[in-house]
């Protein structure tokens, strides 16, 4: 017996020694592993020369701002013919990114006197910082202290709201990690926090969503917003950048990207805001998949299509208008007949031909035209008419506007129903008006429902108006 105790007792020290082996070998595995990601964490981006451009985004969750320096950062690679690497940073996770020459360049909305550790790219967009609370708003600076903030923290936002501090040390506020401006507008909609800090067009766009918001109030310390880069950036990389803004500003690109992106952010009435979202949960799932037919077939993308006929008919298969217009994408009759359409007033068909006849407006206007530019004068098209489309861009240009770009045609076509104007103009009057609030309205569903559709949008509010919504899945 005690022959075999010692035996066990033997086999037992092996295997406690195999087993303590094993464990070293996986500890000096996962060390090598750790010291490795520290070490390509560590390293600083490559020599742009080599090709590569790396670049700082703020997060997807962002929205419009990010897709607005995503599009800006990839004019620039191009410029400079560079591949674009993007990093998508937090605010607070930019300047050590910066320090440590990750990056390349930070492309977040950074105010131009955040750090005196960065130089900064000439301002490309001066926005209005607004406080925005519960209730009625401060009516002065000196109210501030007053009330309780949250903001994301090491944004533009709270940058504002340190400037403001100098002159009022009482001020204080909670920074917020992992969060966006969104999120905060929303808690303030949703009585969570008090008061949040974000900027004028971020509020614009908040507004349609979370309609119990309050009166913004103007801190009176303006984002002269900028791309940032280490002090030691290398002086072409430097030079180029201030090179490329200047381009833009001078031949009008900044100005249509920031059209492209923010033109449409006007803010709904309330009733109208409501009603969109109430139809979004309780029609379009009946009509989604006829607008993702009729997206298949012409190349235009289904939200689009769909934010049109929410505009022409509020998605009313049998909607008619005292000019005879009919249908969910009311159609005349002799679009109708050129259509081959033999029932306006059923839905698939009204679809499928509305988003033909939309899609030979915009292959009739030239081949030069950015392809969104088109789209938006097809738009304008499918209101008015094409030769009155035409007129508006023979005005833009006999009055030194681009008629290529529609910001600048948006200009003039109300001029059209001026006769001053209109006399003038191969095919007369138009109510150019009516066109250009259609075609604005229909960016701002077609932003509605892509943020809608891709769950960007943050959950409606319930009060006042939202708890009679029914509470089901959208777009599913």
């Known amino acids: 017996m005690a022959v075999f105790y010692q035996l066990i007792r033997k086999i037992g020290q092996n295997v406690s020694m195999r087993i303590s082996f094993f464990w070293k070998i996986a500890a000096l595995i996962m060390l090598t592993v750790w010291l490795g990601m520290v070490y390509l964490e560590s390293r600083p981006a490559p020599n742009w020369h080599k090709g590569e451009l790396y670049v700082a985004l703020p997060p997807s ?84 202290p007053k ?30 990690h992992g969060q966006t401006v969104s999120d905060l507008l929303q808690e303030v909609a949703e009585g969570k926090i008090d008061c949040t800090v974000a900027n004028e067009e971020q509020i614009a766009l908040g507004r ?14 303006p984002s002269y917003l900028t791309w940032a880069m280490p002090a030691d950036v290398d002086p072409e990389l430097y030079s180029a950048v201030r090179d490329f803004f200047e381009g833009i500003k001078r031949n009008g690109t900044l100005v249509r990207l920031i059209d492209h992106h923010y033109g449409h952010n006007e803010r709904l009435e309330v009733p ?67 259509m081959e359409v033999e029932d306006r007033l059923d839905a698939h068909d009204s679809i499928i031909a509305g988003a033909k006849y939309l899609q ?67 095919h007369g009057q138009a109510r150019g008006g009516e066109a250009v609030i259609l075609v604005e309205t229909v960016r701002l569903y077609e932003d509605m429902l892509n943020r809608l559709d891709t769950g960007e949008m943050p959950h409606v509010p319930p009060a006042p108006y939202f708890g009679l919504l029914p509470k089901i899945s959208l777009l599913q």
């Open 61 to 144: 969750g962002m929205g419009v701002d990010a897709d607005f320096e995503q599009e800006l950062a990839e004019q620039f690679a191009e410029y400079m013919h560079l591949q674009l690497k993007t990093v998508t940073l937090d605010y607070e996770q930019v300047p050590h990114a910066l320090l440590t020459h990750k990056i390349h360049l930070a492309a977040t909305g950074m105010r131009n006197n955040q750090s005196d550790k960065f130089r900064f790219s000439p301002s490309f967009q001066i926005l209005r910082e607004e406080a925005v609370c519960q209730g009625k708003p401060p009516r002065r600076l000196g109210d501030l």
């Open 147 to 176: 009330r309780s903030f949250a903001v994301v923290a090491e944004s533009a936002h709270e940058y504002a709201l340190r400037d403001i501090a100098e002159h009022l040390p009482d001020l204080h506020w909670e920074s917020r």
């Open 208 to 221: 349609n969503f979370f309609h119990s918001l309050g009166n913004e109030f103007d801190l009176r310390s």
């Open 272 to 338: 109208d805001a409501v009603a969109f979202v109430s139809k979004v949960r309780t029609d379009l799932p009946h009509y989604k998949r006829w607008f993702e037919e009729a997206a298949e077939l012409t190349g235009i993308d289904w939200q689009l299509l769909a934010a049109l006929a929410y505009q022409e008919s509020h998605w009313d298969p049998h909607a008619t208008s005292y000019t005879n217009v009919r249908g969910m994408m009311m159609l005349t009759e002799d679009t109708a007949d050129r």
């Open 360 to 426: 030979l407006l915009k292959d009739a206007l030239p081949d030069r035209i950015d392809d969104k530019e088109r789209t938006w004068m097809a738009l304008a098209a499918y209101n008015q008419g094409m030769g009155h489309l035409e007129d508006a861009r023979v005005l833009a240009m006999k009055s030194g506007l681009n008629p290529d770009i529609w910001s600048d045609v948006r200009k003039v076509m109300p001029l059209l129903n001026k006769p001053e104007f209109y006399q003038q103009a191969k």
